[in-house]
């Protein structure tokens, strides 16, 4: 009922910057908490940071100070501004919302499909 689309991966150099979007679409009541995530090849997947409706971000320790959140609720979009990149960066990028169907609805968790970056060294 809701899709999730990410955009903006990419191979980048350390040191360099790439901003990645997620649009939501369908059926769309409401939309509280957005996130990104990430996984590296054997690894679990990680929280990378979150947004509140209201705005209230939080970050993993790894990247704080060098990657910024933020959100378009008139268009449904999260957006993550990676700067200063690391070989370590690298990984499949998951965006995730809780989205509500109707007034009436409960939560709902969905999640994109993911968009590669590298970062080489």
């Known amino acids: 009922q809701v899709q999730l689309v990410e955009s903006g991966g990419g191979l980048v150099q350390a040191g360099g910057s790439l901003r990645l979007a997620c649009a939501a679409s369908?059926?769309?009541?409401?939309?509280?908490?957005m996130a990104w995530y990430r996984q590296a090849p054997g690894k679990q997947r990680e929280l990378v940071a979150t947004?509140?409706?209201?705005?209230?971000?939080n970050y993993a320790d790894s990247v704080k100070g060098r990657f910024t959140i933020s959100r378009d609720n008139a268009k449904n979009t999260v957006y993550l501004q990676m700067n200063s990149l690391k070989p370590e960066d690298t990984a499949v990028y998951y965006c995730?919302?809780?989205?509500?169907?109707?007034?009436?609805?409960?939560?709902?968790?969905?999640w994109g499909q993911g968009t590669q970056v590298t970062v080489s060294s």
């Open positions: 995730k919302a809780d989205v509500k169907h109707s007034r009436w609805s409960t939560w709902y968790d969905y």
């Open positions: 369908g059926i769309i009541f409401s939309i509280d908490a």
């Open positions: 947004i509140t409706r209201d705005d209230i971000t």
